[in-house]
């Protein structure tokens, strides 16, 4: 039989969980923009550790796409050449993908058993934009 202190207890502890979680998300996410912030300035391109790839969509450039990981829920996927900082501005890219609109498979659902875009550009049609 649970006492009434045990509840009263239980309810006390789930709400320092609740803050604690709350604010574990709210201090990944001002990570998060710190960092986006510096890849937008061009001062820091994003490494591929630090990204997630698309199982088998690509850019028309042909790179995968890509988005950072511990983005918020309301991010993109865009051109890993982009977000590396090694596009060629020659060539047409994607433009932002966001989430809620595009359901793209990415390398680490299961569902793509190891399908990733990850690794060796594979040429598309191209299209010269200059
Ligand atoms: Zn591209």
Not at 32 to 59: H, I, S, W
Not at 77 to 98: E, F
């Amino acid at each position: 039989m649970i006492t009434e202190e045990q509840y009263k207890k239980a309810i006390e502890d789930r709400k320092k969980a609740e803050d604690i979680i709350s604010q574990y998300h709210q201090e990944s996410n001002e990570r998060f923009d710190e960092r986006y912030q510096e890849f937008e300035k061009g001062t820091k391109p994003f490494t591929d550790d630090e990204l997630r790839y698309a199982a088998y969509n690509r850019c028309p450039c042909g790179h995968g796409l890509a988005y950072p990981k511990n983005c918020r829920l309301n991010h993109f996927w865009d051109c890993s050449a982009i977000l590396k900082g090694i596009a060629d501005t020659k060539v047409q890219h994607t433009g932002k993908l966001p989430f809620m609109f595009y359901s793209i498979k990415s390398e680490d659902q299961p569902s793509a058993r190891g399908a990733t875009t990850r690794g060796p550009v594979v040429p598309q049609v191209k299209k010269d934009i200059s």
